[in-house]
């Protein structure tokens, strides 16, 4: 089984504070993704890295960056957190075979971050 | 409009009916379809893949029209455990990444 880890469950950070939300995967998956998942707005994609050290922007990059120095870990980063910045937070993976079955992505158990 | 339209539902059936939901996309360059399913504070779990007009898992089916865009889930003799949210996924080949979510549709099964 996929198995895909997130570091926290539950974060409560301040406004302006800097946050890391750690991302681990165990398949060898080479696409790695961060998204946030609102009420009323889906699943929309932060940032995605198709390989170590490379990272391309989704459609909502504004106030984070990442980091993928290692295939498994992918990391998100709020250099400043702020209150529109509370939300569940989901990392997934998935292959890059080619295959149809590549695209299928495997999902984190998520973060809740709330920013007082 | 949206590029992955679903309907929100609540769909609120008693325990052993028949249940549809659709899902319509957008983009006629959508390669492959994906149901997710997503239990309330959890992960979205993959369901079922769509790779050619349809396929079919146990008390699930999934249905694709590319003509008219949209797929479709069948789920019949619902259970108490099929209450979550169901998304509609879909990827496009734009020769880079794309992959865009549907809101989901909410299902409720009750006794």
């Known amino acids: 089984d996929v198995k895909v880890t997130q570091s926290s469950r539950y974060l409560v950070k301040r406004t302006g504070e800097k946050v890391f939300l750690e991302c681990v995967q165990d398949m060898d998956h080479e696409n790695m993704f961060w998204y946030r998942q609102d009420p009323g707005l889906g699943l929309r994609l932060i940032y995605f890295s198709y390989d170590v050290k490379m990272k391309e922007k989704g459609d909502i990059p504004e106030g984070y960056s990442v980091s993928r120095e290692k295939k498994e870990r992918f990391s998100l980063i709020l250099e400043s957190a702020s209150t529109n910045q509370t939300s569940m937070y989901l990392c997934?993976?998935?292959?890059?075979?080619?295959?149809?079955?590549?695209?299928?992505?495997?999902f984190g158990p998520g973060t809740r971050l709330t920013v007082t | 409009r949206k590029e992955v339209e679903q309907d929100p539902g609540p769909f609120n059936v008693p325990e052993g009916a028949t249940v549809a939901f659709n899902c319509t996309y957008s983009n006629s360059a959508s390669q492959s379809f994906f149901w997710y399913r997503q239990d309330c504070r959890k992960e979205p779990k993959l369901l079922m893949s769509v790779y050619s007009s349809g396929n079919e898992d146990g008390r699930f089916t999934a249905q694709l029209n590319r003509a008219s865009q949209y797929i479709s889930l069948l789920i019949r003799d619902s259970k108490l455990s099929d209450s979550a949210t169901y998304l509609c996924?879909?990827?496009?080949?734009?020769?880079?990444?794309?992959?865009?979510f549907g809101a989901g549709t909410r299902l409720f099964v009750k006794a």
């Open positions: 996924v879909v990827n496009l080949n734009t020769g880079g990444f794309k992959t865009i």
């Open positions: 997934a993976s998935s292959a890059s075979d080619g295959t149809p079955s590549s695209y299928e992505q495997y």
